[in-house]
T-cell receptor, first 109, second 114 residues
Framework: EDKVVQSPLSLVVHEGDTVTLNCSYE??????LLWYKQEKKAPTFLFML????IEKKSGRLSSILDKKELFSILNITATQTGDSAIYLC?????????FGKGTKLTVNP | DTGVSQDPRHKITKRGQNVTFRCDPI?????LYWYRQTLGQGPEFLTY????????KSRLLSDRFSAERPKGSFSTLEIQRTEQGDSAMYLC????????????FGEGSRLTVL
């Protein structure tokens, strides 16, 4: 059965800390891996990764994919309270996305 | 606003009633997806359309659920004889037909079945 597993499920940090969120997967027909941020509404797109070893960056966020070991990490440096959200990892298989349960990040001032 | 829009945003209904949700995708997107999300879980795939054709349905989609996209533009998701277990956020997303294209989500329709 196709699965996407995220860890940790919950994380509480202080502003300024650096965090690493993990996503491992076992799927058929892998096309890409995507990260989304979900606050109290719709998931918003962060990154799409298709190739191993190529880091994608956007401001304080970065992500990398390892297709041999079947995992990805999302790093957030110098966290801010506005980073508090659920971070969802999803794998694109053929025509659909399969999501993990998400990591709930809480950044305290 | 050129994003994905969903209506209604919130729906409270009594068990046994029928409900219908509408999704208007981004206009040039030919793929439309329905997902369901419950508390503490990631979104679960329900079904998707390419233009007006429904190409895949999840086993989660019981025969009480039906989705349509009659003209390849907006879509409706109907739930008949609602049960308390149907309470969830129903998310619609759209995308272009592209091998690794990202999905763009609407803000969801939250269903509460009493």
């Amino acid at each position: 059965e196709d699965k996407v597993v995220q860890s940790p499920l919950s994380l509480v940090v202080h502003e300024g800390d650096t965090v690493t969120l993990n996503c491992s997967y076992e799927v058929t027909n892998f096309r890409s891996l995507l990260w989304y941020k979900q606050e109290k509404k719709a998931p918003t797109f962060l990154f799409m990764l298709t190739s191993s070893g190529i880091e994608k960056k956007s401001g304080r966020l970065s992500s990398i994919l390892d297709k041999k070991e079947l995992f990805s990490i999302l790093n957030i440096t110098a966290t801010q309270t506005g980073d508090s959200a659920i971070y969802l990892c999803a794998v694109k298989m053929a025509e659909k996305l399969v999501f993990g349960k998400g990591t709930k990040l809480t950044v305290n001032p | 606003d050129t994003g994905v829009s969903q209506d209604p945003r919130h729906k409270i209904t009594k068990r046994g009633q029928n409900v219908t949700f509408r999704c208007d995708p981004i206009s040039e997107h030919n793929r439309l997806y329905w997902y369901r999300q419950t508390l503490g879980q990631g979104p679960e795939f329900l079904t998707y359309f390419q233009n007006e054709a429904q190409l895949e349905k999840s086993r989660l989609l019981s025969d009480r659920f039906s989705a349509e996209r009659p003209k390849g533009s907006f879509s409706t998701l109907e739930i008949q004889r609602t049960e308390q277990g149907d309470s969830a956020m129903y998310l619609c997303a759209s995308s272009l037909v592209r091998e690794a294209g990202e999905l763009f989500f609407g803000e969801g329709s939250r269903l509460t079945v009493l």
